[in-house]
């Protein structure tokens, strides 16, 4: 736990002075704001990388999508939490060397722009740090918070990921004074085989998804732990 959380604090925050140092010297006709903005997506691509590289290891390593465990999974948690600090700091910095008025006076306002700007994003940033790494670490799949989320996350991913697909369908029919039957036959080809390709792997995972709450809320509280 504290080894991640440590390497997790100083790698951040060093790569993104790293490549903040590396882009003022490499390109000095640049702004601090155009350095700064893009050390802080330098930095989000390769927590992109690593999270992507983490979740391949794990799958290839694991047989079972339910009962397998991977020690990559709750140790990558730990390093994830530092990112998370770091990221809403960057986008604050960001927002900061925007302005052009770096003034002390000006801090105030521009933090309630930030806010204001970033609602969603600070949002999932809290998400993550005060909800989801509790549920993951501290192992309370027997609580009424853990049904809950998950309850929220089967809701959301059925409207969002699943459901989409149809309502697009439906709106296109909609606008042309078609049924939403009809839709697949007056559209090109190849966009109900793209739409196909995107939803079959949703649909795979709500069913995962689904087999996990089944085991969840049907399992005796001595086993959900496992």
Same mark, same amino acid.
């Given at each position: 736990?504290?080894? *991640?959380?440590? @390497?997790?604090?100083?790698?951040?925050?060093?790569?993104?002075?790293?490549?903040?140092?590396?882009?003022?010297?490499?390109? *000095?006709?640049?702004?601090?704001?155009?350095? &700064?903005?893009?050390?802080?997506?330098?930095?989000?691509? &390769?927590?992109?990388?690593?999270?992507?590289?983490?979740?391949?290891?794990?799958?290839?390593? @694991?047989?079972? &999508?339910?009962?397998?465990?991977?020690?990559?999974?709750?140790?990558?948690?730990?390093?994830?939490?530092?990112?998370?600090?770091?990221?809403?700091?960057?986008?604050?910095? @960001?927002?900061?060397?925007?302005?052009?008025?770096?003034?002390?006076?000006?801090?105030?306002?521009?933090?309630?722009?930030?806010?204001?700007?970033?609602?969603?994003?600070?949002?999932?940033? $809290?998400?993550?740090?005060?909800?989801?790494?509790?549920?993951?670490?501290?192992?309370?799949?027997?609580?009424?918070?853990?049904?809950?989320?998950?309850?929220?996350?089967?809701?959301?991913?059925?409207?969002?990921?699943?459901?989409?697909?149809?309502?697009?369908?439906?709106?296109?029919?909609?606008?042309?004074?078609?049924?939403?039957?009809?839709? *697949?036959?007056?559209? *090109?080809?190849?966009?109900?085989? $793209?739409?196909?390709?995107?939803? $079959?792997?949703?649909?795979?995972?709500?069913?995962?998804? @689904?087999?996990?709450? &089944?085991?969840?809320?049907?399992?005796?509280? $001595?086993?959900?732990?496992?």
């Amino acid at each position: 736990m504290l080894l *991640p959380l440590a @390497c997790g604090s100083l790698f951040f925050p060093g790569l993104f002075g790293l490549c903040t140092w590396g882009l003022r010297r490499a390109r *000095p006709a640049w702004t601090q704001n155009d350095c &700064v903005l893009i050390s802080t997506r330098l930095v989000s691509s &390769v927590q992109a990388v690593l999270a992507t590289g983490s979740g391949i290891i794990i799958i290839r390593s @694991c047989s079972h &999508v339910i009962t397998d465990r991977h020690w990559l999974a709750r140790e990558y948690v730990w390093f994830l939490i530092p990112y998370m600090i770091y990221d809403s700091y960057a986008m604050y910095l @960001c927002e900061w060397y925007r302005t052009g008025d770096q003034s002390s006076k000006h801090s105030l306002t521009i933090f309630r722009n930030f806010l204001s700007k970033n609602r969603l994003m600070i949002t999932h940033h $809290a998400v993550i740090l005060f909800v989801l790494v509790p549920v993951a670490q501290l192992k309370r799949q027997h609580t009424l918070l853990y049904k809950v989320n998950g309850i929220l996350t089967l809701t959301t991913f059925f409207l969002c990921r699943i459901l989409l697909f149809p309502f697009m369908y439906w709106s296109y029919g909609r606008q042309q004074g078609l049924s939403l039957l009809q839709v *697949p036959f007056h559209i *090109p080809f190849y966009c109900n085989v $793209a739409n196909a390709f995107l939803i $079959a792997p949703q649909i795979y995972w709500f069913s995962l998804l @689904c087999k996990k709450a &089944v085991r969840l809320f049907d399992a005796p509280p $001595a086993k959900k732990d496992g």
